[in-house]
C-alpha cells in the first residue's frame, strides 16, 4: 500500500519554473514505477513523464520533452517533476501515480494515485 501527497504547484508567469514533489509513505517505495499525469479542465487525463524504481530509465510525452525532468530519491521517498520552459498550456491539476514493477503511460496502470496540486501558468 502507497500513499501520495503531491505539494509544489502554484501561479507561474509563462516561462518560468516550478518544481513538483510527490511523498510517498511506505517501506516499499523503491520498488513501485512513479509517474506524473496531468488534467486540464475539460480534458482528458494525460501522461506527463515516467520514472523506473531504480531511477535509471525515463519517459516523458513529447509535449514536455526537453523542458521536464523527473526524477526521485528513493531515500526520501520522493519522485520530483521540474517543469522549466513553462507555458500557458502547462495549466492543470498534476497527479502523481505509482504501479508495482515497470513503468507505463496508461493512467490505468496505476493502482496508486495522489490528490493532485494545481498549477497555472499565465501568459
Known amino acids: 500500500q502507497v500513499q501520495l501527497v503531491e505539494s509544489g504547484g502554484g501561479l507561474v508567469q509563462a516561462g518560468g519554473s516550478l518544481r513538483l514533489s510527490c511523498a510517498a509513505s511506505?517501506?516499499?517505495?523503491?520498488?513501485?514505477?512513479m509517474a506524473w499525469f496531468r488534467q486540464a479542465p475539460g480534458k482528458e487525463r494525460e501522461f506527463v513523464a515516467a520514472i523506473s524504481w531504480s531511477g535509471g530509465s525515463t519517459y516523458y510525452a513529447d509535449s514536455v520533452k526537453g523542458r521536464f525532468t523527473i526524477s526521485r530519491d528513493n531515500a526520501k521517498n520522493t519522485v520530483y517533476l521540474q517543469m522549466n520552459s513553462l507555458k500557458p498550456e502547462d495549466t492543470a491539476v498534476y497527479y502523481c501515480?505509482?504501479?508495482?514493477?515497470?513503468?507505463?503511460?496508461?493512467?490505468?496502470?496505476?493502482?496508486?494515485w495522489g490528490q493532485g496540486t494545481q498549477v497555472t501558468v499565465s501568459s
Open positions: 511506505g517501506r516499499t517505495f523503491s520498488s513501485y514505477a
Open positions: 501515480a505509482a504501479t508495482k514493477g515497470v513503468y507505463y503511460s496508461d493512467a490505468d496502470q496505476y493502482g496508486y
